[in-house]
């Protein structure tokens, strides 16, 4: 299995931090995990569910780790009305 370095993750998962490159390496991911979860950071995962390749494993963490990040730099919640 080779293995994933940053450079790897940058490419196929866009700017990282060095905290989500640390959190993702230490995962072990093999190259595929990485494929997938940014396949389904882009939108596609609807299509890859329909043919059997559910939201698991390595590849979820990895997904969480990603989107938590993409989360965090969104807009800010509108405060509630009083």
Request: glycine residues 8%; hydrophobic residues 45%; without cysteine.
């Amino acid at each position: 299995m080779a293995t994933v370095d940053r450079k790897d993750l940058i490419r196929l998962l866009g700017e990282l931090d060095g905290e989500q490159v640390a959190e993702i390496l230490a995962l072990k991911p093999a190259l595929a995990d990485v494929e997938l979860a940014a396949l389904w950071l882009s939108g596609q995962g609807d299509q890859l569910a329909r043919r059997g390749q559910a939201l698991t494993g390595t590849v979820a963490e990895i997904v969480d780790i990603v989107a938590d990040d993409e989360e965090d730099d969104g807009p800010s919640p509108r405060p509630a009305a009083l």
